[in-house]
């Protein structure tokens, strides 16, 4: 018992460590009681994302929209990307028809990413975006991504009070949240479009060995983030590395 208390007080004391002010949650978990120690079921998990969460998203998808000034039926392209569900349809659906795009507006949903779901998503928008120049066609694509990492912080509680040996580092670190953007070809900008930021390269690479570094594991009550404490290291010196091999190149 004592032991397993010791993992709660590690994970306690990164969290006073993380310099995190605040993290928003979609729930108000202020109001918990002990009725309420329970983790919810992976069902449930994906009935609040596919309300609450392609609410979020949705919001999040209608600034982006709006500071591109452009109008929904505009978006040529939709890349999403998301960890929290994994039902089907996917949420970038739901989202589509709550922001009234267009129905031929091809979609992708990009899943079991994890932490790089957001530069894959973009990757993926730049793939894309490439693509149509190459057929002298205009690309609107709106890249969305969304997260309900509360949802599993219960079941991520439990796993670090039975875990003695493993820092379960997730609920210090992890909260909810969506963000949005849309990136545009050239044969897409028009006068009223003013380009913020320009992707000149990008890629993927995988590091040999490395599948077990980080991971989520499904279990009845949600998803547990596994992740190596090597994992950042391992990453900096792949990179380092890759960088050199195409500079020599």
Known sequence: ???????????????????????????????????????????????????VGVDLATSACNKAIKEARLAPNDITHVVAVTCTDQGNPGYDLFVCQKLGLRPEAQRVLLQGVGCAGGLSALRAAADIAVAASQKHRPARILVMACELCSLFIRAELQAAYRDEDNLHVAPALFSDAAAALVVCNGD???EAQKPIFKLKEWGSMVVPDTSDYMSYDIEKNGTCWAPSFVCQSTACRATVANDSIRHDS
């Open 1 to 51: 018992m004592l032991s397993r208390l010791n993992s709660l007080q590690k994970l306690i004391g990164l969290n006073n460590k993380t310099n995190i002010l605040s993290r928003p949650t979609v729930f108000d978990y202020t109001q918990w009681n002990k009725e309420d120690r329970k983790p919810p079921t992976i069902d449930s998990i994906s009935r609040v994302f596919r309300t």
């Open 188 to 190: 897409a900008l028009g």
